[in-house]
């Protein structure tokens, strides 16, 4: 049992975990916020290797017949955990502002609402299982995510790299939107039951 918790698909899942403090760590060196350019390369770095890997640890968890209740449990939770933990840093350093800030709170509450309802329908033991498009959807989140980490730093490489950021950001908003109605569709059926 205690193999199936530390196979290769879970150590990922775990990386993944471990690594948005790092990412915080990031923004504050030297003990205050400070989103600096080298700050946000580093930031950067440790955001895509970490998003990397929500491929590859569901993909060999499948490949390699290694699924695991902990993973499954954990893995929407690592995602989760990385994108809300960024998204906060990017608002604290502005990078994220003005009616911008709404596309962020959206992605926040629905993904705080849907583990609200999976946690619940769980207690039903009904299962609601991830749709395609909620993948594409934290894929977007990610990629959005990527180019607002880059921020003011990347605009001096690609100009209008963080005004892209935001338009994916809202366009991962509206798809994060549909895809938490559809859970809640789906949800009420067995709670009005």
């Known amino acids: ?3 199936r918790k530390f196979n290769l698909p879970n150590l990922l ?22 989103a600096n350019d080298d700050a946000r390369w580093w930031a950067l770095a440790i955001f895509v ?24 449990m954990l893995d929407p939770i690592a995602d ?13 350093g502005e990078t994220i502002r003005g009616w911008a800030l ?21 207690e039903l033991k009904v299962s609601v299982p991830v749709t395609k498009l909620a993948k594409y959807k934290t894929t977007m989140q990610m990629v ?3 180019f607002l980490l880059a921020g003011p730093a990347g605009d001096k490489l690609v100009p209008y ?3 892209f950021g935001t338009l994916l ?23 009005a039951d």
Request: contains cysteine; aromatic residues 14%; charged residues 15%.
């Open 1 to 3: 049992m205690a193999s």
């Open 13 to 34: 899942t775990y990386a993944r975990i471990l690594a948005v403090p790092l990412v915080v760590v990031c923004f504050f060196w030297g003990g205050r916020f400070d």
């Open 49 to 72: 290797l970490a998003s990397v890997t929500d491929f590859f640890d569901g993909y060999l968890a499948r490949a390699w017949q290694q699924t695991s209740t902990i993973g499954r």
């Open 80 to 92: 989760k955990l990385l994108v809300a933990a960024c998204l906060l840093l990017l608002a604290a």
């Open 102 to 122: 709404w596309a962020a709170i959206v992605i926040l509450c629905r993904e705080i609402l849907v583990s609200g309802l999976r946690e619940y329908l769980a």
């Open 144 to 146: 959005a995510v990527a």
């Open 161 to 163: 790299m963080t005004e």
């Open 169 to 191: 950001l809202w366009l991962s908003a509206i798809v994060t939107l549909y895809t938490g109605y559809d859970y809640f569709r789906a949800g009420l059926r067995h709670i």
